[in-house]
T-cell receptor, first 115, second 116 residues
Framework: DTGVSQDPRHKITKRGQNVTFRCDPI?????LYWYRQTLGQGPEFLTY????????KSRLLSDRFSAERPKGSFSTLEIQRTEQGDSAMYLC?????????????FGEGSWLTVV | AQSVAQPEDQVNVAEGNPLTVKCTYS??????LFWYVQYPNRGLQFLLK??????LVKGSYGFEAEFNKSQTSFHLKKPSALVSDSALYFC??????????????FGTGTLLAVQP
């Protein structure tokens, strides 16, 4: 069990550029979540996948954000036309499919700084 | 709507003293409660959870939490604090209001500072 892996860990980009983050969940975890965390705040839910199906998207996820999980394994989160307000840590998490009591495990996060 | 509240932005405690980090919750139905710890510039690490059963839950690194249904609280505790426990602690509730997501809803976090 190698844990949830996220790449890159840090990204600095100019306003208006597109960025993409990748998440590799724990093997055989069907559920995958993306969260966003800004300084001094708790993580906020962005979107959820069960296998390859994106089943829920937060209102925080504007049209500039898109997430995919094409084969039900790794996932990508793309932000188009980045804005300074997008600066945050983007956290990926995964959990097994069965049971609402299952633990959700988080990756180390991907820090985005938009300049 | 499900929610958790962490009333203290920061808790200060001397090394060796007991610590408590407070959390209260509001849920419809059965609560599924979690504590996570976050060290600077790192992701969240799972500490412990309450699903059902004993009200006192034991977790990683000597932490434990007490579920109190009448007070709708789930306070995190440790008998003897270490300087290395200094970090940001998050309480979370699993969203079981409907649908398949069961996502976690987090509090705003409490910064624990343990002085040597």
């Amino acid at each position: 069990d190698t844990g949830v892996s996220q790449d890159p860990r840090h990204k600095i980009t100019k306003r208006g550029q597109n960025v993409t983050f990748r998440c590799d969940p724990i093997s055989e975890h069907n559920r995958l979540y993306w969260y966003r965390q800004t300084l001094g705040q708790g993580p906020e839910f962005l979107t959820y996948f069960q296998n390859e199906a994106q089943l829920e998207k937060s209102r925080l996820l504007s049209d500039r954000f898109s997430a995919e999980r094409p084969k039900g394994s790794f996932s990508t989160l793309e932000i188009q036309r980045t804005e300074q307000g997008d600066s945050a840590m983007y956290l990926c998490a995964s959990s097994p499919n069965e049971g609402v009591g299952n633990t959700i495990y988080f990756g180390e996060g991907s820090w985005l700084t938009v300049v | 709507a499900q929610s958790v509240a962490q009333p203290e932005d920061q808790v200060n405690v001397a090394e060796g003293n007991p610590l408590t980090v407070k959390c209260t919750y509001s849920v419809s139905g059965n609560p599924y409660l979690f504590w996570y710890v976050q060290y600077p510039n790192r992701g969240l690490q799972f500490l412990l959870k309450y699903i059902t059963g004993d009200n006192l839950v034991k977790g990683s690194y000597g932490f434990e939490a007490e579920f109190n249904k009448s007070q709708t609280s789930f306070h995190l505790k440790k008998p003897s604090a270490l300087v290395s426990d200094s970090a940001l602690y998050f309480c979370a509730v699993r969203d079981n209001a409907g649908g398949a997501t069961n996502k976690l809803i987090f509090g705003t976090g409490t910064l624990l500072a343990v002085q040597p």
